[in-house]
């Protein structure tokens, strides 16, 4: 039961997973006779080692008519394999001392294992891991139960004020592409979802040459090289993953009002950003710093918190993501003054697009993002994040131990071209829920 | 190491003592507190100052106080006027952030390593030398009530949580929220910040705690130059407010429109008070047995077998200042009522009572208790965290070491001797959410307005 002042930096954080490195970070990379491609640190300070194992199976992979699918079938990697009930995993992992974890979003599936490096555990849980994702059994009786918590679940997020925004925004914002899929489950397509879905949805997508795999920790070369061999050789062979379309980008401003009773209205607004491989990335990631990427130093926190006490919390971030993520600009206030918050809001990009930031504000943001750059890889598990995030999107090698020197290459004219030519405030996606007068 | 620490004595009469962990520590001469740990992976540190000032400090009416002044912290000194702080931390490649509990207040900054020293002297100014003006308070209480209702008024199980804690404990301070209450915080003065900011704010009443590439020596002589300067005062004597005991079951309804019902319950739970203490080790020991992985009781029999819960899980801190709880909470899945919910997690609770738990289970625990241990190095954030806390609540780090052996040796029927002796109805506070219609044409009306 702790408060705390600035509740958005772990958004701000999550936004920019994307980026940094240390200077020689010794990455090795190979692919494995599997097909699979690997992406390792070797490093013996902690007697622990990590194992993320990711695929292109997010939920842009669904389809409108089984939406859906793709979330499930992740889910139910876990509950059942190789004969082994649901319990069972659980219990075998905790004798182990081992985590099981995973990721979800619109590009990426993923199961995450920690165990200790002691060759007891550590093998026992490798074990696991690749019957987990190689010998799935989807049990009909663990999907039907996990089908009625999801229904649960989307029934009680219909009532809150933050999932309803989040949901109305993917909407407007990406319309028929399957990035919008992520938003489109309803209780009515979960119930429809089968077994047989999963089945076909874990064959098509679940495959050798589409798995990435990021270890870090107390293991050789040669081990590693044994564990990808272990947990993908016997996965699917199957094609690539469906390509996406290019996002369309709006051509008129949509703004939806929903009415909530809750005391503060919540609301979004955005418009498509970044890929991941893209030539504006850091013109764009350097100058969303300014505007709401830096907490209590961007523009947007001075204006609408600092100056004026109309929120506890404003942000801005870029999601970059296969093709174009969302750029999205968040805040909460009291609904009495829903109107003077958004237009102080609106004021404050459309000031930053149309003029850019001042070059001060650009040293202050180079010095935070290049000085701070140590603290992005210091543990384990933000390493094990970025070689998963490197290799999927088949980022350079060299990618964080570049990162210092492209954020000291970006221009305040850069910032201004970048955002002129990128974000439209004109054609904006706006979600107001709560006070929709 | 021990010779640097008999140079350290000399040079600076430090009370200075090293630990296996290499974990060192010294308290300055004002009486302020310095914990370092060292951790050479990454050239990075983590410095956080705790202040042992908390909602359990404040009185009725100025309820909040303790969060306001943690948001009013950042708001400038002559020195370093308003959003100066921040501004050089960022500049520094830093990240900063502050938090409020129950039983301490907290700042932190993680930062590359050599710029240890800024983080230093911008703390120690603002713990003698903030100004807190009547202008900035007024912007900032709104951004306080604005909190509030993001974190409660809007969150019908937030609402919940606070019923339960004000209805268990009616007198105990732990009986009011951190945030404070509405009015309390629509009357709060820039006086009443002030009063808390002179009252509590000294080094004798802080612990500075540093873990990353540093080495301590260097640690103390900076935090000697920066924090050495800082007079003391004297603290106010901190009345005990003890709760009286509970006599009997105590229930209560929070009406919130939402989807789902929700079901909160628990019981008073006895504090950790000192290394002599199993009963604490055995009530951690039984909450994973209930809730340590998927396949623990509560998940395995009420989610996965009856199929009565969406979900459902288990709590207990053993570290506080103040009276613990052993909670369980839950949603109630379609077609099961909160009260059968309710009927089958103390059904639980009566199982561990009468049968106890068995090896299998106890081994499992501690294979993850002992794991956790080793994983938890991964975070030097974490790792400072758990140093601040026993530090602020009246413990010492060293009870850090011995928190994984003791673990080992609790045995099952110790835990099923906690089970009995505390989970016990006379001492059960039950809450409920009861959910209502969302209209939405019906704005929510705020509690009375005093000030505003």
Redesign the interface.
Known sequence: ???????F?SIVIFAFITTAA?AGLPIQHWQSTSGAQVYFVENH????VDVSVNFAAGSSQDTLEKVGTAAMTQRLLTLGAGGMT??????K???????LGGDFDVDRASLKL?T?SSER?KSAALQLLATLLQKPDFPVKVLE?EK??T???L??D????ESISNRAFTAALYGSHPYALEDAITPESVAKLTRDDLVAFYQRYYTRNNAVVAIIGDLTRAQAEQLTDQVTEQLPQGQAATALPAVPLPQVAVERRI??????SHILLGYPGIKRIDPDYFALYVGNYILGG????SRLT?EV?????????VYSYFAPLREAGPFQIGL????EQTGQALSVVRDTLKKFVTDGPTSKELK?AK?????????R?????KVLDYLSVIGFYDLPLTWLDDYVGHVNKVTVAQIKDAFARRIKPDNMVTIIVG?TE | MHRFITALLFLFSFQTVAAENQIHETTLANGLKVVVQEDH????VVAQVWYRAGSIDEYNGTTGVA?VL??MM?KGTRQFPA?QF??MV??????E??????DYTVYFQ???KS?LALSMKLEADRMANLQLTDAEF??????????R???T???PQALV?EQY?STALQVHPYGR???GWMNDIQNMTGQDARNWYHTWYAPNNATLVVVGDVKPEQVFALANKYYGVLKPHKLPVRKPQVEPEQKGERRITVQA????PYLLMGYIAPTFKGSADWEPYALEILTGVLD????SRLN?NL??RD?SA??VSAGYDMINRGPSQFEFDA?P??GTSVADLEIAIRGEIETLKNEGVTEEEL??VK??V???D??K????FNQAMEIGQLESTGHSWRDLADYTKRLQTVTPEQVQAVARKYLVDEHLTVAILDPQP???????K?APHGRH
């Not at chain 2, 992976?41 to 990075?44: A, T």
């Not at chain 2, 429109?257 to 789902?260: E, S, T």
């Not at chain 2, 340590?292 to 396949?295: D, I, M, Y």
């Open positions: 039961m702790v408060a705390t002042k600035k509740s930096l240390h300070d902690l007697p622990i649901d319990d069972e995993i659980s219990n992992f905790a004798d182990l001392g081992a985590v920690r200790l555990e139960r009625a918590r229904i649960s679940g029934q009680e219909a009532t809150l004020p009415p909530h009773h809750a005391a503060q830096g907490g209590f130093v001075e918190r600092e100056k004026r006490g109309l929120v506890y919390s909460q206030t009291k609904r202050a010095d935070n993002l290049t000085g701070g750059f140590a603290l890889l210091d543990s384990n598990s006070n | 992976r990454s050239p990075v969060h943690e948001h950042f959003g921040s501004r960022a500049a520094a490649g830093g990240k952030n502050a938090f409020t509990s129950r993680q930062l590359e710029k007024a912007k900032e209480i709104q951004v306080v009530m604005e909190e209702r993001w974190r008024d809007d969150k949580a804690m929220p951190v945030i429109p939402a989807k789902n340590g992985n998927a396949a395995r989610v996965r199929r969406v979900e949603t899945s379609e081994q499992r294979a993850q002992i794991a956790a080793v994983y190095r991964d975070s030097m969302i209209d939405e044409n019906a704005p929510k705020e």
